[in-house]
């Protein structure tokens, strides 16, 4: 099978007052119609890889790689009308905080509207159908009311959940996910996974998880990449965490408090210096 | 043992929205206690309310035998000291960490400061390095501990922990619980400590309430909380979500 | 020589300050860099020194006296070799009446300055912090003065102090300091309620300590700025005062009223109000760019770097 992401020693550099500096050095990895996680601290560069591949990187930062395809579309060369097109359409974002992702303006209805007429020629009528199915199938109990509400009356699992309406809404094939759930509750945050668990399975999309946090990754993924001052570390089957070889990934896993493990003090991640080399 | 902070009833009402209702707890001296809910929960206004930062419409607060008024006095915060959630946002930022450290010392009239402030920033594990920054020049963490020693310098008996480790890393997290051990085996420090991981406060605190929407929803002792002897589907439900996400679940 | 200034430059630069003052000059040091990487803004500075410069120096640098003139043969002469800018109706050198008005208008610019910001700073400040009825008594206060043109009630203050520089002085500062107070007042609500100000009051300090120690600081990167936008605004309505016959009397070289005396002869002898007309100019767009600079350079959400 053709893998549908094909990332290889990918770059992203910043140049700055005081010197570059390299946010992701040379990360390479593949992804077919999976779920893969990226885990790291703030500073890894794990959501510079995943702004990367979406195309929104800041404009004063410089992107190099020997291969970024997508369904074999070079990425890196392809021009800004296509790769404007394949967002949304074929690669959609999700965004940590959907407080600052939709429109304050706008009502949900609308906006997810809109993103499906940039992408497909649909009437409104069809177009609106659509979107509540969409609504609906992110189980938002009263598509027809949510759907004329403005962003501001609704709580963030359910903003979250539109924002997931919105960027699946237009089929996609490559969903990026960044944080998704981390400014949720954690009630709120398992029923939002679930969703995005279950369309990802029924539509077969690809699906890169960024997350800080590792055991919730391991617990939806179905492979895991760690990453480490802007490389990777470590990649593993989720199912095999518990044999993770890296000293990082062993010491990540293992500050965690845990109800029930009465470790005092807990174990505290020596970070060496030759791991970022 | 005595009774470190004793609150009865208390209700924190801002205009006409009621953000806790006639909670009420007993915190012994010396004990550290959790507060647990989700956003909304009124564990964070329970906080301010007893630091005077959120107004109080009913119930009282006592703080060790005294009962607080309207108005904290000097006294009331030579007792009791707080730390805040975001790090970066608890620090002046027009200030070093000498000037913050040494606020409070001229507020109060503490004579050595000069001692007092190496002291306080020894005793975080940051060292004197560290003194003449300025908050942007310093990491979450950094920042963090910055923040601990600005409420250890005046020797408080109970320290106030609004969410202190959710904005860090997983790794910086650990290490910042660990020195908060550390101050209160040290210092014989009663610990309010208020957060929405069930696991840090399992891992931190011998008692705790689970509260909702600005109600309690049950006391337990951590023993409970590790033994899962919950009563109500609430903690239950927090339990489990706790535990990551299961496929199908 | 070269490798003294690089460590130098990197005590300035150093993560690990070892004492207060170096602390604080690494500070001014990196707000100093950002200031000098915009030309227009040194450009800006530059023109304002060379008027401080030309204001301490005017003795020096003025070939004739700013108040005698030679009304026998030297009337409305037009620029050339003897008198660069040309001569007024009294005869009188024109450009050192200038150079000696410089004194006067840094001393307008200046004056106003210290006594219209800090009163701005002070009731923004403290209506901001202390909310309530307080802060609607001051803010209806300030409501009022902003309410009137800035030149009339200016005007109106000249008019019952009774004219001169000293009056008009006051008079400015007077109807100056409310849109500083409304700064104060906005910089002081965003930070009022933020963690680091409910850790000092958990400190125990004192109002006062908290506005006067913590908040104020905060405040006078925005208002330095927005008082050196002002500073073209308060020439001009010293000018205008000047102009009117409400600010300095003759035969004080102020520029204002120079172009004042001028406008009779403004169709023939175009240069005796045209000149204090640049010097008004070059001196505005000078404090414009030098403000719009510190902006970029003081503005606390660029510091993070």
């Known amino acids: 099978m053709n893998p549908l992401l094909t990332v290889e020693d990918l770059h992203v550099r910043f140049p700055t007052r005081t010197g570059v500096v390299e946010a992701v050095r040379g990360v390479s990895f593949t992804l077919g119609r999976e779920r893969l996680g990226i885990v790291g601290e703030s500073g890894s560069g794990k959501s510079q890889t995943g702004r990367a591949i979406m195309g929104l990187t800041p404009t004063h930062a410089e992107i190099s790689a020997k291969r970024m395809e997508f369904d074999g579309i070079d990425l890196l060369r392809a021009p800004p009308a296509q790769r404007r097109a394949l967002r949304g359409n074929r690669i959609a974002m999700i965004l940590q905080d959907p407080k600052y992702s939709l429109n304050p303006v706008m009502t949900i209805g609308r906006q997810i509207v809109e993103t499906l007429r940039t992408h497909e020629k649909v009437s409104q009528a069809e177009a609106r159908k659509r979107a509540l199915a969409m609504l609906e199938a992110v189980q938002i109990r009263d598509a027809a009311r949510v759907y004329d509400l403005y962003p501001h009356e609704v709580s963030g699992g359910m903003g979250q959940r539109a924002m997931i309406a919105m960027m699946l809404v237009a089929g996609p094939e490559l969903l990026i996910a960044d944080e998704p759930t981390s400014a949720l509750d954690v009630t709120v945050q398992l029923e939002v996974l679930g969703i995005l668990d279950r369309l990802v399975r029924e539509r077969g999309m690809g699906l890169i998880f960024i997350s800080h946090d590792l055991r919730l990754v391991s617990s939806f993924c179905d492979r895991v990449i760690v990453m480490y001052a802007g490389k990777i570390v470590e990649e593993l089957a989720a199912s095999e965490l518990s044999r993770a070889e890296h000293p990082y990934t062993q010491g990540l896993l293992d500050c965690m408090p845990r109800i029930g493990a009465d470790r005092h003090p807990l174990p505290v991640l020596e970070r060496k210096p030759e791991w970022a080399l | ?249 | 020589m070269s490798q003294a200034t690089m460590t130098r430059r990197e005590w300035l630069l150093t993560d690990r300050p070892q004492s207060r003052l170096q602390a604080r000059l690494g500070r001014a040091y990196v707000t100093w860099r950002r200031f000098t990487a915009n030309w227009l803004a040194v450009v800006g500075m530059l023109i304002i020194m060379g008027l401080i410069l030309i204001a301490l120096f005017a003795p020096l640098l003025a070939p004739y006296s700013p108040y005698i003139g030679d009304l026998a043969g030297k009337r409305l002469l037009p620029p050339g070799a003897g008198h660069w800018l040309g001569t007024d109706d009294q005869g009188r050198d024109i450009l050192s009446r200038l150079i000696y008005g410089s004194r006067l208008t840094l001393q307008v610019v200046v004056l106003v300055a210290v006594i219209a910001a800090p009163i701005g700073l002070l009731v923004g400040t403290v209506a901001g912090y202390a909310g309530g009825w307080l802060d609607a008594v001051l803010m209806r206060i300030t409501d009022i003065f902003l309410a009137f043109p800035k030149l009339v009630l200016a005007l109106a203050f000249v008019a019952a102090l009774g004219p001169g520089i000293g009056n008009a002085i006051i008079a400015i500062a007077i109807t100056s300091w409310p849109p500083y107070a409304r700064i104060a007042r906005a910089e002081t609500l965003t930070v009022r309620n933020s963690d680091y100000i409910s850790a000092v009051r958990l400190m125990g300090a004192s109002p006062w300590r908290i506005v006067l120690r913590h908040i104020m600081p905060l405040c006078i990167s925005s208002l330095i700025v927005r008082v050196t936008l002002d500073m073209a605004g308060i020439i001009l309505t010293a000018a205008g005062l000047g102009f009117l016959g409400l600010g300095a009397q003759p035969p004080l070289p102020e520029w204002g009223a120079m172009i004042a005396s001028g406008r009779r002869f403004i169709l023939d002898q175009w240069w005796v109000a045209a000149m204090p007309g640049f010097a008004i100019l070059i001196v505005s767009l000078g404090f414009n760019l030098l403000g719009d600079g510190l902006r970029d350079a003081l503005d606390p959400r660029g510091s993070s770097q």
């Open chain 2, 1 to 249: 043992m005595t009774t470190a902070l004793a609150i009865d009833r208390l209700r924190v009402t801002f205009d006409d929205f009621t953000a806790l209702k006639d909670v009420s707890l007993a915190v012994e001296s010396g004990e550290s206690y959790g507060l647990v809910g989700e956003s909304g929960s009124g564990k964070s206004t329970l906080l301010r309310a007893v630091a005077g930062l959120a107004p109080v419409s009913g119930g009282t607060i006592n703080v060790n035998g005294k009962r607080l008024g309207r108005h904290r006095d000097k006294a009331f915060y030579r007792e009791v000291q707080m730390v805040f959630q975001d790090p970066y946002g608890s620090l002046h930022p027009r200030q070093t960490v000498d000037r913050l450290l040494l606020e409070p010392l001229a507020i109060h009239g503490f004579d050595n400061s000069e001692r007092r402030i190496m002291r306080a920033l020894d005793e975080v594990g940051l060292g004197s390095g560290f003194r003449f920054r300025y908050s942007h020049q310093l990491s979450g963490g950094q920042r963090q501990r910055v923040a601990i020693a600005r409420a250890l310098i005046l020797e408080p008996s109970i320290l106030l922990l609004d969410e202190p480790t959710s904005a860090l890393d997983a790794s910086v997290q650990a290490e910042v619980l660990n020195l908060l051990e550390q101050v209160r085996a040290d210092r014989k420090l009663t610990f309010v400590m208020v957060s929405h991981d069930l696991a840090v406060i399992a891992h931190m605190c011998d008692r705790l309430m689970v509260m909702q929407n600005g109600e309690e929803v049950e006391q337990l002792t951590a023993a409970e909380l590790t033994a899962r002897r919950v009563e109500r589907d609430y903690t239950r439900n927090l339990l489990v979500a706790s535990e990551g996400f299961r496929s199908g679940a």
